[in-house]
């Protein structure tokens, strides 16, 4: 059973509907499957992954999460449906004064006791845990730190800890890169993927940073102006592909950066990780 399909799925907010932010989508997206969602500034790519974790409530077309309507579901059975996803947002939403550890064990609390979780509140109830999934985003010093003392970068790795923790079997990831260096960002990718493929969950992970999408991900889903503009296997993603996705946007570099040739154009024009 795929972990998603979507047929003709158009999406509006609701302080713009007249302006859909997707629209008619078709995606099947099998259970472990690994795919990069790639696009410019306001190509949908946020409220895909908030509508695939039940966060958006589609306008029109067919959603079908795990084999269910989420949406014709009572409010019960999708709660239900919805701990079998996390979402890690680009800005984690982690309580300021809480100590890391808190944070990341918070993760748990879906499958924990009203009692259990708040005894966990005083006394983290299985620090180790956080401590080892911290450590794969090398931020295990951190397991006793304050929320608000943390970086940009190191509050992201932290919201990317929760993940490892939860049970889910879709792992959605919103621009997890945007506060990292290179070898960071290199090393979450990798621990993503491994993690998901480890546990057989899917993984679907939106990246301005195009060129690691296509280094780390076999199916790319290319969004432009709310549609999907392309959805292939990323040996068939050309670069004249990635310049049309990207025509007409600002590159992600200072102004009087020379381009050498239209090639390196592209690479500058849409690597926000250079
Ligand atoms: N809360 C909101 N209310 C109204 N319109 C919204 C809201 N959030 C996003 N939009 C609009 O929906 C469209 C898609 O936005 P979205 O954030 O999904 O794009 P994105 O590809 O994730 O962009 P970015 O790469 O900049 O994060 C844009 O036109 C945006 O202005």
Redesign the pocket.
């Known amino acids: 059973m795929p972990t998603y399909q979507l047929q003709n799925l158009t999406v509006r907010?609701?302080?713009?509907p007249s302006?859909p932010?997707?629209q008619t989508i078709n995606l099947t997206i099998e259970q472990g499957e690994q795919l990069a969602?790639i696009?410019?500034?306001?190509?949908?790519?946020?409220?895909?992954?908030?509508t695939l974790s039940l966060s958006h409530k589609p306008a029109e077309g067919s959603f079908h999460a795990f084999g269910a309507d989420p949406w014709a579901l009572g409010e019960a059975a999708r709660h239900r449906l919805r701990a079998q996803l996390f979402l890690a947002p680009?800005t984690p939403p982690l309580p300021p004064r809480q100590r890391v550890v808190t944070a990341v064990l918070a993760a748990r609390l879906p499958q924990w006791s009203v009692w259990r979780a708040l005894v966990s509140l005083f006394k983290p109830d299985d620090p180790q845990a956080a401590w080892q999934a911290l450590s794969r985003f090398n931020l295990g010093d951190k397991l006793y730190s304050r929320v608000d003392r943390l970086s940009g970068g190191e509050r992201q790795r932290c919201g990317l800890a929760r993940l490892l923790l939860s049970p889910a079997k879709a792992l959605l990831v919103?621009?997890p890169l945007s506060a990292l260096d290179p070898a960071l960002s290199e090393l979450t990718l990798a621990t993503l993927r491994e993690e998901a493929a480890a546990r057989n969950a899917t993984l679907i992970c939106?990246l301005?940073q195009v060129e690691l999408a296509l280094a780390h991900f076999p199916r790319i889903v290319a969004?432009r102006n709310?549609r999907v503009e392309f959805d292939l296997p990323r040996e068939q993603v050309t670069p004249q592909m990635i310049a049309a996705l990207y025509q007409g946007e600002q590159p992600a570099v200072a102004d009087d950066t020379p381009h050498e040739d239209d090639a390196m154009a592209v690479k500058l024009g849409v690597g926000a990780c250079l």
């Open positions: 907010h609701l302080r713009a302006a932010a997707l969602l696009g410019p500034s306001g190509a949908g790519k946020t409220t895909l992954l908030a680009q919103d621009e939106s301005h969004l709310g």
